[in-house]
């Protein structure tokens, strides 16, 4: 087998009976990055992680590690280590047996065994625990001991299914930073799948959004946040979720409007919108509560007219939900901004910050 650790799925799908649990599925990745598959429950990234572990087989479409295709060798033989969500430790075994696992498979010498265990017990700082059986432990400290059977092979990929789903919030920010730290030191190549859209933020470089088994877009965690394919993708990752207006386009030679049930929303200059072609007869706007400007005094004049609805203060900031007639638009303002709930204030979209999505098929369009 080659060493190129670069992972490919080349139209991948899998039925489950009636089920369509992939659909042609097409995923590069390359070796040594850290990235994401994000989607909501049930789309499909547990089988992905199966086919790729070679503990699923596809029905169709091809899996590939370098130039070397995988699709249906048998998992022991690809060099690649998974880490579940319920850790799955062997419960008679210790922490040290349980890490030693793989290696004594293997048949590798004793005093290699022990260096090895003893090696990434200390990078996951379980050292002291080794002689615990999994009972003896908790939550943290098993899904350590899994990371660590998981390390100890050395494998080319490392494969995590929602591994830090059974921890609570502050110990799942933890692992999720340490975790961080490893991939840093090692450069493995590395899939890690959650349905956290803030873990998949935070985690990786990279993210694969997916749903109903497809991939619905691929790209850094800064072109998935500022340029959402779809809807779907706009309104599934960040939070809070980015506010959607549904309406008509009317470009003027100066200005873009969104024209709403009595609503008539400036959106700037229509070259800055990117659009090419003719737009479709009706549009969604999106825009994320940080491009919302809001200006609480009673003789401004900017923007558009809106009434406070809610607040909701977080500490660092105020989310605020504004209502324009019959639609909804969150801002993100300063918790110092006097506000209160029924005020009327004026809103406007910041420059260049409004997104465009046909209403219809929820796709992108312009810039
Ligand atoms: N062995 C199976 N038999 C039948 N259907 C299955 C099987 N495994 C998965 N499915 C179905 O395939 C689809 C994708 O499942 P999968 O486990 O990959 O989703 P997931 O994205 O990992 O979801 P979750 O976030 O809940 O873990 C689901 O509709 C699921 O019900
Ligand atoms: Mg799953």
């Given at each position: 087998?080659?060493?190129?650790?670069?992972?490919?799925?080349?139209?991948?799908?899998?039925?489950?009976?009636?089920?369509r649990?992939?659909?042609?599925?097409?995923?590069?990745?390359?070796?040594?990055?850290f990235?994401?598959?994000?989607?909501?429950?049930?789309?499909g990234?547990?089988?992905?992680?199966?086919?790729v572990?070679?503990?699923?087989t596809p029905?169709t479409?091809?899996?590939?590690?370098?130039?070397?295709?995988?699709?249906?060798?048998?998992?022991?033989?690809r060099?690649?280590a998974?880490?579940?969500?319920?850790?799955?430790?062997?419960?008679h075994?210790?922490?040290?047996?349980?890490?030693?696992?793989?290696l004594r498979?293997?048949?590798r010498?004793?005093?290699?065994?022990?260096?090895?265990?003893?090696a990434?017990?200390?990078?996951?700082?379980?050292?002291h625990?080794?002689e615990?059986k999994?009972?003896?432990?908790?939550?943290?400290?098993?899904?350590?001991?899994?990371?660590?059977?998981a390390?100890?092979?050395?494998?080319l990929?490392?494969?995590?299914?929602?591994?830090?789903?059974?921890?609570d919030?502050?110990?799942?920010?933890r692992?999720?930073?340490?975790?961080?730290?490893?991939h840093l030191?090692?450069?493995t190549?590395?899939?890690?799948?959650?349905h956290?859209?803030?873990?998949?933020?935070?985690?990786?470089?990279?993210?694969?959004?997916m749903?109903?088994?497809?991939?619905?877009?691929?790209?850094?965690?800064?072109?998935?946040?500022?340029?959402?394919?779809?809807?779907?993708?706009?309104?599934?990752?960040g939070?809070p979720?980015?506010s959607?207006?549904?309406?008509?386009?009317?470009?003027?030679?100066?200005?873009?409007?969104?024209?709403?049930?009595?609503?008539?929303?400036?959106?700037?200059?229509?070259?800055?919108?990117?659009?090419?072609?003719?737009?479709?007869?009706l549009?969604?706007?999106?825009?994320?509560?940080?491009?919302?400007?809001?200006?609480?005094s009673?003789?401004?004049?900017?923007?558009?007219?809106?009434?406070?609805?809610?607040?909701?203060?977080?500490?660092?900031?105020?989310?605020?939900?504004?209502?324009?007639g019959?639609?909804?638009?969150?801002?993100?303002?300063?918790?110092?901004?006097?506000?209160?709930i029924?005020?009327?204030?004026?809103?406007?979209?910041a420059?260049g910050r409004?997104?465009?999505?046909?209403?219809?098929?929820?796709?992108?369009?312009g810039?």
């Open positions: 087998m080659t060493e190129d650790a670069s992972l490919h799925l080349e139209g991948v799908s899998r039925h489950y009976g009636r089920v649990a992939l659909d042609e599925l097409s995923l590069s990745i390359p070796a040594g990055a990235v994401t598959l994000l989607g909501p429950s049930g789309c990234k547990s089988t992905t992680l199966n086919i572990a070679g503990l699923d029905d479409g091809v899996v590939r590690l370098g130039e070397t295709e995988i699709t249906r060798m048998p998992p022991n033989e060099r690649m998974m880490v579940f969500q319920n850790y799955a430790l062997y419960p075994m210790t922490a040290f047996d349980n890490i030693a696992f793989s498979l293997l048949r010498p004793s005093d290699e065994v022990r260096t090895r265990v003893r990434v017990a200390e990078m996951l700082d379980i050292g625990l080794l615990r999994p009972g003896q432990l908790s939550g943290g400290q098993q899904q350590r001991v899994a990371l660590g059977r390390l100890v092979k050395q494998p990929v490392f494969l995590l299914d929602e591994p830090f789903s059974n921890l919030a502050a110990l799942r920010a692992m999720r930073t340490e975790v961080k730290h490893l030191a090692l450069g190549t590395s899939v890690f799948v959650t956290d859209q803030e873990e998949a933020m935070t985690l990786s470089d990279v993210v694969a959004v749903r109903d088994g497809k991939l619905v877009q691929f790209g850094t965690t800064t072109e998935i946040y500022r340029r959402p394919a779809t809807t779907y993708v706009a309104t599934f990752v939070k979720r980015m959607l207006v549904e309406g008509a386009l009317r470009l003027g030679a100066e200005a873009a409007t969104l024209v709403a049930d009595g609503l008539e929303l400036p959106l700037g200059a229509p070259g800055a919108l990117g659009l090419t072609g003719t737009p479709p007869t549009v969604a706007l999106g825009v994320r509560a940080e491009d919302v400007r809001v200006d609480p009673a003789d401004a004049t900017d923007g558009i007219a809106a009434t406070v609805a809610l607040l909701e203060p977080i500490g660092s900031d105020t989310f605020v939900e504004l209502s324009l019959p639609s909804t638009v969150v801002a993100r303002v300063s918790p110092d901004m006097p506000l209160a029924g005020q009327p204030v004026r809103m406007a979209i420059p409004a997104h465009l999505f046909d209403a219809a098929s929820g796709v992108r369009i810039a």
